[in-house]
């Protein structure tokens, strides 16, 4: 029997070991520039595929001797894709779960972080834009913002010798699903998250100034309200802060999901405020953001930049409080897809039965959209 598909940690493994595969978009335009497979080619034949055109793919231009992965939204098209490939001599698949199980997809990038003897391990959702991360210190390891399978931080952390003893999120997430419940609950931990959270399960509460040890390295909580009333980042030695979804690169973090118009200010107004304490930091303090809104390449990479870089790029914001508030309270942007359903979840500290693809699948929308930026190796929310 002839091979038709390839499942998603096939690819992911093969895009993680820089082998020969051309991974073929074959959505409209619009639908790839929401999101997207990085290094993926894109060869607009939806119309003709879904108008059965057998001619659909006569003009995809694809290097010869290495396999294609076709890429759609539901599955149709792709195969379709695939097989008219196939007749012209290619090795052509489909993605099994198409767009919607790249969401799952992962990779990492080691962070150097100079003055401390912890390691750090940013892992990065690469279709969803999420970034989590290990912090290693003397054999211990603490997870900051799960956002995957708990299997892959346990493989991730025996493979750096180190075992976890603290789970911990900046804030209840909006745009996926949190697995720091889940993961902490196989160690025999309480997770800990920042005071006043609200969720309905146990937690260690984190107050402003409390400090977490992991081997000889130290975390400290940094209260930043704003995106959601508790938010916390933590500070690294004082020499990385890992922000959450209050500072990226060059933006900051959306105060109005689930607020009113008038709730919304009073947020923004938090917010104007915790990014200027983070911007009072050193200046070589590195941001280690909550996300990206690009598709995060396999190149190793780290989404980072010292906090003179973000000053840079946001100092513009901030210079009157009041302009702060008017641009970022408004919704600005499309709110995160079944974001109100994954708030409800994460309050609970469970997921939902069945694929949790369908829930989370879609670009994430957590930050406010002022421009489209690049810089430092890779845009930012927006």
Known sequence: MIRTSIDLESLR??????????????????????????????????????????????????????????????????????????????KAYTLEGEMKAWSMAWNTAEVSVAGTGARVIQVRRTGKGCLSYLVGSGGEAAVIDASLDPGVYIDLAERYGW????????????????????????????????????????FSALGNGDEIRIGSARLEAVLTPGHTPESMSYLLEGRAIFTGDTLFLSTVGRPDLEATPEAAREKAHALFGSVRRLLDLAPHTLVLPGHTSEPVH????????????????????????????????????????????????????EEPEGDPTELEAGANRCAVRLRRLSGFGHPNPA
């Not at 093969?14 to 619009?30: F, H, I, N, Y």
């Not at 900046?170 to 699903?177: P, R």
């Not at 010292?306 to 840079?312: A, G, M, N, Q, T």
């Not at 513009?316 to 919704?331: S, T, Y």
């Open 13 to 90: 493994e093969m895009l993680e070991q820089g082998a020969s595969v051309t991974v073929l978009d074959v959505r409209p335009e619009d639908q790839r520039t929401e999101w997207r497979i990085p290094g993926s080619v894109h060869f607009d034949a939806y119309g003709a595929l879904k108008a059965k055109d057998p001619n659909a793919m006569k003009g995809a231009e694809l290097p010869e001797g290495q396999p294609v992965v076709t890429v759609c939204s539901a599955g149709n098209s792709s195969a379709v894709a695939a097989e008219q490939l196939r007749d012209r001599g290619f």
């Open 163 to 202: 075992k976890i003893t603290c789970v911990l999120d900046t804030h209840v997430h909006a745009d996926h699903l949190s697995r720091s419940r889940g993961l902490a609950e196989l160690f025999g931990a309480t997770p800990h998250m920042p005071e006043g959270s609200p969720v309905s399960y146990a």
């Open 298 to 349: 396999f190149d190793g990479k780290p989404i980072c930049a010292p906090l003179l870089k973000v000053h840079e790029e946001v100092k513009q914001l901030l210079e009157d409080e009041d302009r702060f508030v008017e641009k970022v309270a408004g919704r600005l942007t499309p709110t995160p897809e079944n974001y109100e359903r994954i708030v409800e979840l994460n309050r609970a500290g």
